[in-house]
């Protein structure tokens, strides 16, 4: 798959990215050898290999500093405004965000 400008253009457009016809050459390219990288990654035949919690997992015995994942207490509705104030745009604790798929 090859990336075109009318197709980098309606991308940027989405993800409300300026893009100058200068930089649309180059930005163009570096896309396509991104996409050609993870087609490549996407040929390798990675049946039988076990997946890898962390990348030097395979060369050292690596111990994840991960949290316990534990069930938290509901938080009360002044912790939940609190936490919203942050927020552009809410209605009823819950975040409102602009429709991007008509």
């Known amino acids: 798959m090859t990336i075109n400008d009318q197709d980098l253009l309606r991308l940027a457009k989405l993800s409300r990215i300026e893009i100058t016809p200068e930089e649309l050459a180059g930005t163009r390219n570096d896309l396509n050898r991104i996409l050609g990288l993870i087609a490549d990654l996407q040929a390798i035949d990675t049946n039988g290999i076990e997946p890898m919690a962390h990348?030097?997992?395979?060369?050292?015995d690596i111990a994840l500093r991960l949290r316990?994942?534990?069930a938290a207490p509901t938080q009360t509705t002044e912790q939940r405004s609190?936490?919203?104030?942050?927020a552009p745009a809410q209605h009823d604790g819950l975040f409102l965000v602009p429709t991007v798929i008509e």
């Open 68 to 70: 316990p994942d534990e």
């Open 55 to 60: 990348p030097l997992e395979a060369h050292q």
């Open 82 to 86: 609190a936490l919203m104030r942050n």
